[in-house]
Structures are given as C-alpha cells and as structure tokens.
C-alpha cells in the first residue's frame, strides 16, 4: 500500500518530462497509445518530488493515501504494519531511518534505546562474518547451584530444558484462527524449529504437522492432561486462584514435562510473584495487544519491575520468564529481554504477517480476507516475518557487542531510557521568569 499518491491533472500535456524525472518509473506512457501519460504507479514513488519540481505545467501533486492513515491503531501504527507486510514478503532487513521525519521518542519501548557504540569498532566483522553470534534461549527451570559429590560427579538432577534456535515462541493460543492458518503457523513453527502455543482443544486441527514435542497446549482441566501427547514438553495453564492445585495436577499427571503459568501482568503480581517462582518452571506475562498491562503500565515498566523483584528475592536465574504482547517491530524482542523476559511469543504481528491492518475492531467487512488464506501462504509469510526478526536481532546484538542474546537479559545498563536521560540533562534546571 503506498503511503503517498501521487496525481497528475487534466492540463498535462503528456511532454513526459516527468518519465524522465523518475528513477524509480513511477510515471510511464499508456502501452496502448504512447502520446498519453499513464497513470502513476504510486506503489513505485519515493515521495522525492522531482516529477513534481520538472513538470512545466505544474500538474502533479502528491498526497498522503488517507488509506495508509486509516492503518492500525494505537502500538499498531501504518509504519510498522507496512514494515511487518515487506519483512512477510521478502523475508529481508528493511531499510528505515532515511530521511526520517517521526519522533525519536514516544510511549513504552518508544522510551527506550540500545547502546549500539560496538557499531563503530572497525575490527567487526558483522553479522555474517567469522564472530558467531548466537539467539539461542532455554526454556525450563534451572537449579541454584550444582552440588558435586567428593569424587567431582554432579549430584544435582537436572530438568528438562527445551534449547530454542530463535528467542521468540508463536502464540496463537489469543488469536481467532482457522484451521488452514493454524496448520500454517505450525508448518511455520517446524522450519523454525520454535514452539507453537495454542489452546488444547486446537491440537486436534494440526493433523500431525509438528510433532507434538513442538507444541506447547494451554491447558482449561488439569484432566484434558490426559488426552495430550506423551512428548509435549511444556504445558500452560492459566492463573487462577487454584493455580497451585493445577500446577500440582499437572506435575502428578505428567513429572516429565515442564509446567508454565500464563498470567496478566498487573501491579497485584507482585505479592505473586516469588511464590509463582518457586513453584513453576515458565512465568508467561501476558500483556495486551498494545503492550500494556491491566493498570496501562507498558511491557517495558512491568517486565523490569517483576526481573528486579525476583533477582532481590535471589529466584530470577531459576526459572523462565516469557512475555506475550506489544510486539510490533523486531527491535521490541531484545528490548523485552532487556527487561527482563528470557523471550517473547509472536502474536499480533502473525496476523499482520498475513495482511491483517490491526483496525480498531475486527468486522465482516474486513478487507485482508484473513479467512481464506492457504497453509502454504500462511508458512512462508509468517516464515519470512521470524527469519527477517530474528536478522534484525542478530544486527543489534553485533552492534551492542553481544555475542549470545541470553547476556542480554536484564542488562538494562546497555539500554538508555528516555526518563534517566531526561533526568541526567535537565536534573537542576528550572525555568523562571524572564530578566530583561
Ligand atoms: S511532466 Fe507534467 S505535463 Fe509533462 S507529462 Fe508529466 S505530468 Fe504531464
Ligand atoms: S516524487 Fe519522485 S519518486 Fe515519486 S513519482 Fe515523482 S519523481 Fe518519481
């Protein structure tokens, strides 16, 4: 969708100045009849004016396409819904910032930047060269220290561990979905080599097109354990004021598998929290499509404040913390695990991925036609989407200097945050009345 139109007026006289003003063809002849102009390709034009400047007659004008304005609402904005629909399609690192005219700062992760000094160190190889960078995160608990016996030989038991290539899960437990997506997003999932987290009674849709081992079934009834896969290897329930008699159901019916507990973030959690830590192996904060909690506090403030807590409580290296929504760029993934998640599970931006405009309601009208999309389009668009995330991380870790995004968790000193640099600069600073 193009986010300028551009028009030419009924006094060009088809000289074709303006086919020559634009490098990228925006403006050709009718193939039918050359003495006319065609109309502008608006999708072609860059918005650089030179057709506009070279026109003798003054006949072209370029606006914005109030259909791109209408696009998302709120996180979701035109930019990052059209960024989402080109990494979907090309599967590449898109090239923002040139001649960028927005605001440098805003609400949630808006408020916060990346300390990407290494970007200037001329010994880096970059991302592709021999200095492996690695975006694999563990999924499980771990103990607080090992214990050897006097002979050196590990007595402590080690759990399961799931080792994920990408630090992001897809999540489709929140979305509506048909079944055609759903084994989409799972073919997308095996080609990953991620976890697809999905509502239980949704497993039966699958037909078996990622092993059960991939799956991760947000359990309703402790009993609906029984009817699951033996090699499913994380299961969810969610919060609830039974959550610790679920959680034990679930370890009695199944002592092999890990147990995580979804809750929505708010400031009660808290008094939760270190409880929660001691008794499950996954935190799964859930977070609203806009990426606040039920009291508005965005992901970034809620995350950093349950990290800290439980590092205080000396609990944050046991188990795994997983955020779910506000993901609606790829740099929002390390700016969680700054924070304070181990990773995050793709939700919204799927949907996006699929020519979803994220409006403020969903309606009949809905021009995307999100219901009729093949399983095929469906694996290689949401493929191309995680493969153009996951290169934009490995960008930022290079240019941080990080060589393993699990070191980036909790590293909040290699984040500026807009409040601290408003604070360092203005701190003293008091406007008063003016002395002539
Ligand atoms: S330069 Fe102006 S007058 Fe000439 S063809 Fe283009 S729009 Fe028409
Ligand atoms: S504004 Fe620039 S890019 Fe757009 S049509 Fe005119 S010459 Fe081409």
New binding site residues.
């Given amino acids: 969708m193009p986010r300028f139109v ?1 028009q030419r007026a009924a006094n060009c006289i088809n000289c074709g100045k ?1 086919e020559r ?4 063809g ?2 050709k002849r009718e193939p039918t009849d050359p003495r006319e102009m065609a109309e ?1 390709n608006s999708n ?9 400047v070279d026109c003798p007659q003054r006949a ?1 004008s ?1 606006k914005v396409n109030e259909e791109y304005r209408a696009l998302g609402k709120d996180l979701w904005t035109p930019q990052r819904i059209t960024t989402i629909w080109n990494e979907a399609e090309s599967g590449a690192i898109p090239v923002l910032g040139a001649g960028y005219r927005g605001d440098f700062a805003g609400p949630g992760f808006d408020a916060m930047w990346t300390d990407m000094s290494e970007i200037v160190r001329p010994t880096r190889d970059g991302i592709h060269g021999r200095e492996s960078i690695s975006t694999n995160v563990d999924i499980g608990r771990k103990p607080p220290l090992l214990s050897f016996d006097g002979k050196g030989k590990l007595l402590t038991t080690m759990g399961v561990m799931i080792d994920l290539p990408v630090p992001f899960l897809l999540d489709v437990s929140r979305l509506n979905v048909t079944s055609n997506i759903l084994r989409g997003m799972a073919a997308a999932v095996r080609d990953l080599g991620t976890l697809l987290v999905l509502r239980a009674d949704s497993i039966n849709y699958l037909d078996g097109t990622i092993p059960a081992g991939m799956m991760v079934p947000v359990i309703t009834n402790v009993r609906d354990m029984d009817r699951i896969s033996g090699e499913v290897r994380l299961v969810e329930v969610e919060h609830s004021s039974a959550w610790r008699a679920d959680v034990q159901g679930l370890r009695d019916r199944r002592p092999g598998s890990l147990v995580g507990v979804r809750v929505r973030s708010s400031t009660e959690l808290e008094f939760e929290l270190d409880d929660l830590a001691r008794e499950v192996d996954v935190l799964h904060v859930l977070f609203d499509e806009n990426g606040r909690d039920g009291d508005g506090t965005y992901v970034r403030d809620s995350l950093r404040a349950a990290h800290r807590h439980l590092v205080s409580s000396g609990l944050r290296d046991q188990i795994t913390i997983l955020s779910s929504g506000g993901l609606a760029a790829a740099e929002m993934v390390p700016k969680s695990i700054i924070c304070g998640a181990d990773a995050v599970t793709l939700e919204t931006a799927l949907l996006v991925a699929l020519g979803c405009r994220a409006c403020s309601t969903c309606n009949e009208d809905c021009p995307s036609d999100l219901e009729g999309s093949p399983g095929d389009y469906v694996q290689h668009r949401v493929t191309n989407l995680c493969s153009s995330w996951r290169d934009q991380i490995l960008e930022m870790l290079g240019a941080m200097g990080i060589r393993d995004v699990r070191r980036l968790r909790g590293e909040t000193g290699r984040a500026i945050f807009q409040e601290d640099a408003h604070r360092d600069a203005f701190q003293g600073i008091e406007g008063g009345e003016r002395i002539e």
């Fill in positions: 551009v303006c003003a634009c490098v990228y925006a403006h502008p072609l034009c860059k918005n650089c004016f030179r057709c506009v072209l370029i």
